[in-house]
């Protein structure tokens, strides 16, 4: 067979790039780790979670192994950062839950993914 011609192969590295392009799904979105402990510790979320120990409350790791594999675990996880609920602290007394304090659903969402990720 002939090799095709320099246009013919042009256009079909062209296509086949465009091709390529098409076929890569929408890559969810990031965590921004950053921007997550940022936010976690403007809200002093720390006071009580660590990363890997339990403190007053679970540790992000404890907490992003009980929802590992579930289907709704961030939006669980959003719920429990936007609605206030009561929680027993680890001395038995009983606290308001800290919510996030911030609108961006964004941003929420981002540090919702964060504390699963432990
Ligand atoms: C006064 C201590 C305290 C502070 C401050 C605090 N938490 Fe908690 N948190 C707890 C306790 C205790 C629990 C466990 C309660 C439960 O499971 O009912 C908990 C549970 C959680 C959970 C797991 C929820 C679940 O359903 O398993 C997440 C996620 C969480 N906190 C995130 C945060 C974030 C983000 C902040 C900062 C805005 C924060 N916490 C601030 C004490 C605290």
């Not at 067979?1 to 256009?11: G, V």
């Not at 062209?14 to 940022?38: I, M, R, Y």
């Not at 996880?77 to 602290?89: D, E, S």
């Not at 304090?101 to 990720?117: F, G, H, M, P, T």
Request: aromatic content about 4%; glycine content about 4%.
């Amino acid at each position: 067979m002939k090799t095709a011609n320099p246009l013919t192969r042009t256009l079909m590295i062209a296509f086949a790039s465009a091709g390529l392009a098409l076929s890569v799904p929408a890559v969810a979105q990031e965590v921004d780790a950053d921007a997550a402990k940022l936010l976690f510790k403007q809200n002093e979320c720390g006071k009580c979670h660590h990363p890997s120990q339990n403190k007053k409350g679970p540790s992000l790791k404890r907490t992003a192994k009980e929802y590992k594999g579930k289907a709704n675990a961030e939006q669980e996880i959003m719920k429990h950062l936007t609605t206030p609920k009561k929680v027993k602290l680890d001395d038995g007394s009983e606290e308001d839950h800290k919510i996030v304090d911030s609108k961006d659903q964004k941003a929420l969402v981002n540090l919702a993914k964060w504390i699963l990720s432990h």
